[in-house]
């Protein structure tokens, strides 16, 4: 299995940037995808973009296109959420996720998530 560390949460002001970072560690080598999730309070679960650890191919949610970019450095093992324009709707617990070349749609690796607070 793979181990994955969130770090980078915060307050910001909307209109603000913060960047996340997600350290993978364990089987890294069976990674298929990375994807940042995030849970606001009374809300479901939403995968808010992915990224093909191969291939790199990137998915974002419609809410998130143009203000967030996912990136990976496969030297680190390291997988990046940079969030600009922050709006309070994007408060959450952000967390990251893996799924492996096994189950390639299925997240089974899961972060501790990070706390990502957007005031007015």
């Known amino acids: 299995q793979v181990q994955l560390v969130e770090s980078g949460g915060g307050l910001v002001q909307a209109g603000g940037s913060l960047r996340l970072s997600c350290a993978a560690s364990?089987?890294?080598?069976?990674?298929?995808?990375l994807g940042w999730f995030r849970q606001a309070p009374g809300k479901e679960r939403e995968l808010v973009a992915s990224?093909?650890?191969?291939?790199?191919?990137?998915y974002y949610i419609d809410s998130v296109k143009g203000r967030f970019t996912v990136s990976r450095d496969a030297a680190k093992n390291t997988v990046y959420l940079q969030m600009n324009s922050l709006e309070p709707e994007d408060t959450a617990v952000y967390y990251c996720?893996?799924?492996?070349?096994?189950?390639?749609?299925?997240?089974?690796?899961w972060g501790q998530g990070t706390q990502v607070t957007v005031s007015s």
């Open positions: 996720a893996a799924s492996d070349i096994y189950h390639t749609s299925q997240y089974d690796s």
């Open positions: 364990g089987r890294t080598f069976s990674m298929y995808a």
């Open positions: 990224i093909n650890w191969i291939g790199g191919a990137t």
